[in-house]
Nanobody, 115 residues
Framework: QVQLVESGGGLVQPGGSLRLSCAAS????????MGWYRQAPGKQRELVAE???????GYGDSMKGRFTISRDNAKNTVYLQMNGLKPDDTAIYYC?????????WGQGTQVTVSS
């Protein structure tokens, strides 16, 4: 059974930073592409960042230069370092694992950027 457990969300002021973590189990983590997506109220889910099993990375346009995705295969964990947070970054952030024709999603963690 695949499980993705996100942590690290919370309330932060504009300009602040957060680091999200996603711990995976039930998959051979090193073989999977891992990613972060987000969904704000009334909006579609959108790509935040992805990292492949060969450490190639990609980002959504509004995240470039502010967010950094990384992975630790020894810990079966993917991270999202978010700097320079803006109110528009407020959303539920979901962890994704993708591989062998399947997508698995975590339950999500709320990030709220507000003064």
């Amino acid at each position: 059974q695949v499980q993705l457990v996100e942590s690290g969300g919370g309330l932060v002021q504009p300009g602040g930073s957060l680091r999200l973590s996603c711990a995976a189990s039930g998959i051979i983590f090193s073989l999977y592409t891992m990613g972060w997506y987000r969904q704000a109220p009334g909006k579609q889910r959108e790509l935040v960042a992805e990292i492949t099993n060969s450490d190639s990375v990609g980002y959504g346009d509004s995240m470039k230069g502010r967010f950094t995705i990384s992975r630790d295969n020894a810990k079966n964990t993917v991270y999202l370092q978010m700097n320079g947070l803006k109110p528009d970054d407020t959303a539920i952030y979901y962890c994704l694992s993708r591989g062998f024709g399947s997508d698995y999603w975590g339950q999500g963690t709320q990030v709220t950027v507000s003064s």
